[in-house]
């Protein structure tokens, strides 16, 4: 009778919904337990994957804290060599510059000018002749054109003085642009390392050699060799001279009291007139073989003796007699001070 009641699609739903309930409370059981397992299997892999995500950062803040580590170790190593490099490049230096400087043995030029400098009474004495339109053609002008001036007067004119103020004067605009500056006071008597080219010469090589860094290395491989100034012939300092100022991109030289150079009078026409035309020749052909301007601006203060006048009769001058600005200043100090 049961069964028959089965075979029937009523007898099925009733069965069923009878028995649904106990059915139901235990798969609940099971479905609950899946689903908690489910759940804690993602909460475990989440936790997996966070700390995987934990590791990997840890990782690599720990490859970049090495890496950075690293790099400014070698950083600090490489600056550290540079310094070093540089240290010893500047101790390098400073020895080849003092061997230059002993072999060299030049006179006391920075004196010299001090000396002169004393002589100014007032800190304006001589500006007349810096913004002398004649000196700023002479300083600015074209090469070649403008490149020799000549500053003349009577004895005890003050030209020196006047020299002194105009090597103050560049000294302070002194740049790139307006070259290098070099100069040298002649003095009479029979104190050689004052009167001479070859005092003149090494005066300009050691002025040269403290201005220019390039300079020192080709100096040194041509003076290292040398045991005392005495074996620097002439001839050696003029060619040592000659390739230190072409190397110049402008060098600005002033000479003072060339008519005193020379030991006596029968030599002193012959010294000046063989440093004008050594600088004559070095202007008219800077390089050998080449057709390039003059780098040198030469000034020359004299007193006229003919001799110098003759040579430098076709440059640019600047006459101290009947000038009416170096006069006021005159008239100025004889009221004034003496």
Request: glycine share 4%; hydrophobic share 35%; aromatic share 8%.
């Amino acid at each position: 009778m049961y069964v028959n009641d089965l075979s029937t699609n009523s007898g099925w739903k009733m069965w069923f919904e009878s028995a649904w309930p106990s059915f139901r409370s235990k798969f609940r059981q099971i479905l609950d337990s899946l689903k908690r397992y489910r759940a804690l299997l993602s909460e475990e892999k989440l936790t997996v994957v966070i700390e995987e995500q934990q590791t990997a950062r840890h990782l690599s803040e720990t490859k970049h804290d090495e890496i950075s580590k690293y790099l400014q170790d070698k950083f600090d190593t490489l600056k550290n060599a540079i310094k070093n490099q540089e240290l010893e490049s500047q101790n390098s230096l400073r020895s080849h510059r003092k061997s230059i400087r002993d072999r060299l043995n030049a006179p006391d030029y920075e004196m010299d000018h001090q000396l002169a400098a004393q002589k100014r009474h007032r800190k304006s004495s001589g500006n007349w002749s810096t913004d002398d339109p004649r000196f700023q053609q002479w300083l600015d002008g074209a090469p070649q054109q403008n490149d020799t001036l000549y500053l003349h007067g009577s004895p005890g004119s003050g030209k020196t003085t006047l020299v002194s103020q105009i090597i103050d004067h560049l000294r302070m605009q002194q740049s790139k642009s307006t070259g290098r500056l070099v100069f040298f006071y002649f003095k009479h008597g029979s104190d050689f390392t004052k009167n001479s080219m070859s005092a003149m010469l090494r005066a300009l090589l050691a002025q040269l050699l403290f201005q220019d860094d390039d300079l020192v290395s080709y100096l040194h491989q041509n003076i290292a060799e040398v045991n005392d100034s005495e074996s620097l012939s002439q001839e050696t300092l003029q060619s040592l001279t000659e390739t230190s100022l072409q190397k110049q991109p402008k060098v600005l030289v002033i000479l003072d009291g060339l008519d005193e150079s020379g030991v006596d009078m029968d030599i002193q026409g012959k010294v000046a007139h063989d440093i004008i035309k050594w600088f004559e020749d070095l202007m008219k052909h800077p390089t050998p073989g080449c057709s390039c301007t003059s780098n040198i601006k030469l000034l020359i203060a004299a007193q006229r003796d003919g001799s110098i006048d003759c040579l430098l009769s076709t440059f640019s001058q600047i006459r101290l007699e009947n000038n009416p600005s170096h006069e006021q200043e005159i008239r100025w100090y004889a009221r004034t001070v003496a």
